[in-house]
């Protein structure tokens, strides 16, 4: 299935056994699976957790990250709900602390993964690690060097296996090494209560500019925010930490990081998950970044963000949590357009003003159809305190401004960025403040606002009204399916008689003139910066 893969081997359940037989897992909560291939170890990892659940303790919480590079293997890890938080783990910084990673890293490179584990727990922590032997028994190069004095360093246990994956999913007869490290937390000294030691004679005041951080690329720039933010809290904790015993008697770090878990660990990575939870919030909030999405979608992702705050605030995560946003918004852009196109028309049919808003005519196989006129006529209030006899204008109110903002978007997929900008929340302001309400110049129409509760909304741009009637007409099956592929003379009479009731012979011959712009797939209206 993997044999593209050529560092995939899937680690034996024998195997996993006696690697996951090397932890007490009564003092693991967080754990890393640095190369999680289809997720045999950590399948088991939850199964230990699960189990400690049922039988020890009921509020026992656990916390799983798996990294994988290779693609299939990701869908695999996501069918079975395991949290990907990166794709290379060579490539992961993270602030956040493991209290154990485990690992069957790919035997071509598994001194780079095991000295990167290293690395990542050198303040404390717990590895298991499955080596090729090889590695460990013919260092030939600087890396493997390397990695064998740091394991010597951490008195690391290693145990040589032969013919341990004979029998796997991938057979192998490579010899491997199981290596367990057990790193002691280091303790350093705090800079802070040194100083205040020593009664130096002044104080080094570092301050820290947030424009200097802004350039042009707002993601980038917002990641290198977040990144000041949790290296300067994380430094305030470790040295709240070392002053505790000294200075903050009877005052409690998990109360000021939000957590009930007291222990090091614990208030660490609550204090970078509400972080994280910050900057996911301030970026579903923004406009840069969700500024084409209609008010419904942003608030489907930003119900997302609680579970975003277990993922690292990173350019990976980022541009993944955007590429399923495009996604989506390819897939919910017909339905947004079309949503808007039945409001236009038969919604409100109710309501006796609304039925100017659309011209019937005779649709293909149906004679239910109708296209949208040059001005139509929603529900939509500019006045408030309508129960008193003065209704105060205010067509700023936060149900005009949203459902005008909708629509706006809506035509903005259409427009392919033709129309000139108009500040639609500048424009309704002034029309406030000069309490003009009738005829406002917005980006693509012209709004008027009634006491009544109406607003009319009248098309600046015919061609764009054509484009809109045209895309929810063709959706709707209410024109020939020729139309647009076969010029007018070579239309049956049928089809013809259906054209000319909709436009006419001289409207269809500029739409065929002018394709690209009239007929619009749901795939190219897409369009974020």
């Not at 130096?200 to 990641?223: G, L, P």
């Not at 609680?306 to 919910?332: P, R």
């Amino acid at each position: 299935m993997f044999k593209d893969n050529q560092d995939f081997y899937p680690t034996p359940a024998n195997l996993i056994t006696k690697m996951l037989s090397l932890v007490d897992f009564r003092l693991i909560n967080s754990v890393l699976e640095p190369s999680a291939g289809k997720g045999n170890i950590v399948e088991r990892v939850a199964d230990k957790f699960k189990y400690l659940h049922s039988s020890y303790n009921k509020d026992v919480k656990w916390d799983i990250d798996t990294i994988e590079i290779d693609q299939n293997l990701q869908y695999i890890l996501q069918g079975k709900n395991y949290r990907i938080v990166h794709n290379d783990f060579l490539t992961y910084n993270t602030y956040k602390k493991y209290d154990l990673i485990v690992m069957n890293p790919p035997f071509s490179n598994g001194d780079k993964h095991l000295l990167k584990a290293l690395k990542m727990q050198e303040n404390g922590g717990q590895i298991v690690c499955l080596l090729n032997a090889e590695t460990l028994k013919n260092p030939y190069n600087s890396t493997r060097k390397d990695l064998q004095r740091k394991l010597e360093e951490c008195n690391a246990d290693i145990e040589y296996i032969n013919n341990s994956f004979i029998d796997s999913e991938r057979s192998t007869p490579v010899e491997i090494a199981l290596i367990k490290i057990n790193i002691k937390k280091v303790n350093n000294n705090s800079i802070i209560l040194d100083e205040l030691k020593k009664q130096e004679q002044y104080r080094e005041e570092a301050t820290y500019n947030s424009n200097s951080i802004i350039d042009s690329d707002f993601i980038k720039a917002i990641v290198e925010q977040y990144n000041f933010e949790v290296k300067a809290g994380l430094q305030l904790i470790s040295e709240w930490r070392k002053l505790d015993s000294e200075m903050f008697k009877g005052i409690s770090l998990s109360m000021i990081c939000n957590t009930k878990d007291d222990q090091e660990l614990g208030i660490h990575n609550s204090y970078v998950k509400n972080v994280r939870m910050k900057y996911w919030k301030t970026l579903f909030d923004s406009e840069k970044f969700m500024g084409l999405f209609t008010s419904n979608l942003r608030n489907e992702y930003f119900n997302k963000v609680k579970e975003l705050c277990d993922y690292d605030f990173s350019l990976y995560n980022i541009y993944t949590i955007k590429i399923q946003l495009n996604k989506h918004m390819i897939q919910s852009m017909e339905s947004t357009i079309m949503n808007l196109f039945e409001e236009f028309s038969n919604k409100h049919h109710w309501y006796n003003e609304t039925s100017n808003n659309i011209h019937f005519y005779n649709g293909w196989k149906t004679n239910k159809a109708w296209k949208i006129n040059k001005k139509v006529i929603i529900p939509l209030s500019g006045y408030r305190d309508m129960q008193y006899s003065w209704g105060r204008y205010q067509p700023t109110d936060y149900n005009v401004i949203n459902k005008l903002t909708d629509i706006e978007k809506v035509f903005n997929y259409l427009d392919n960025g033709l129309t000139e900008d108009i500040d639609l929340m500048k424009t309704l302001k002034f029309a406030e403040h000069y309490e003009e309400t009738k005829q406002i110049e917005t980006k693509y129409f012209l709004v008027t606002f009634y006491k009544k509760g109406t607003c009319h909304i009248e098309f600046r741009n015919l061609d764009l009204l054509q484009k809109f009637n045209l895309y929810g007409s063709q959706r709707k099956g209410w024109l020939p399916p020729c139309y647009g592929n076969v010029k007018y003379k070579d239309m049956t009479k049928e089809e013809r008689i259906i054209v000319d009731e909709f436009e006419g012979e001289q409207s269809y011959n500029k739409v065929m003139n002018n394709k690209d712009y009239y007929i619009v797939e749901a795939s190219k209206l897409l369009m974020l910066a």
